[in-house]
């Protein structure tokens, strides 16, 4: 079975992370969310989730993808987290898909897998950052090798789909869109 991991950190974008967890589960895609510390998360606009376990449980496990959400601070939190920076480019290295979106490719950049690549973001993120080595688009979503970038809770769903489309084909990502009544 394909299966994905979601990182969750205190502060992120709540549309984001539920948008992305409850497509990839409608495809039938096995979703662990874990989050940065034991506990529910509080995200930028006071939701509060609870993840299905913790990052340190998971870190040896194999993900078939990690997706970021974004959201502030949450997207801080992620860049912050060594532990994440580390299973990050572990995952890359094994030429994994690695997907982040809003802030949270900055946490991309820190690992150094923007280098040499082309990504997107919530205006204004990756381009404050020093990142010579990087293409900024302001396309709604970036697939370059194995790193997918999206702008904001406004993609939320697209990339998802376009998620669902690269682990499980286009026929389930078009079943999904099909269950949600969206053309």
């Not at 205006?123 to 396309?139: F, K, R, W, Y």
């Not at 993609?155 to 869109?177: C, H, P, R, W, Y």
């Amino acid at each position: 079975m394909i299966n994905v991991l979601i990182p969750l950190a205190q502060g992120c974008e709540e549309l984001e992370a539920i948008t992305i967890i409850d497509l990839l589960r409608r495809a039938e895609i096995e979703v662990t969310s874990a989050g940065l510390e034991d506990g529910p998360v509080t995200c930028s606009r006071k939701t509060v989730i609870i993840p299905d376990t913790t990052l340190d449980k998971v870190l040896d496990k194999q993900f078939d993808m990690i997706v970021l959400p974004g959201g502030l601070p949450g997207a801080d939190h992620l860049r912050d987290d060594e532990r994440l920076i580390a299973l990050l480019k572990k995952h890359s290295l094994s030429s994994k898909f690695i997907a982040a979106i809003c802030a949270a490719p900055k946490a991309l950049a820190h690992a150094g897998l923007l280098d040499n690549k082309k990504a997107t973001s919530f205006p204004g993120v990756l381009a404050s950052l020093n990142l010579p080595d990087t293409e900024i688009s302001n396309a709604a979503i970036v697939s370059d090798g194995n790193i997918i970038t999206s702008r904001g809770p406004g993609t939320a769903m697209d990339f998802t789909l376009f998620l669902i489309k690269l682990l499980a084909g286009t026929a389930i990502s078009e079943n999904v869109q099909r269950q949600m009544v969206r053309d």
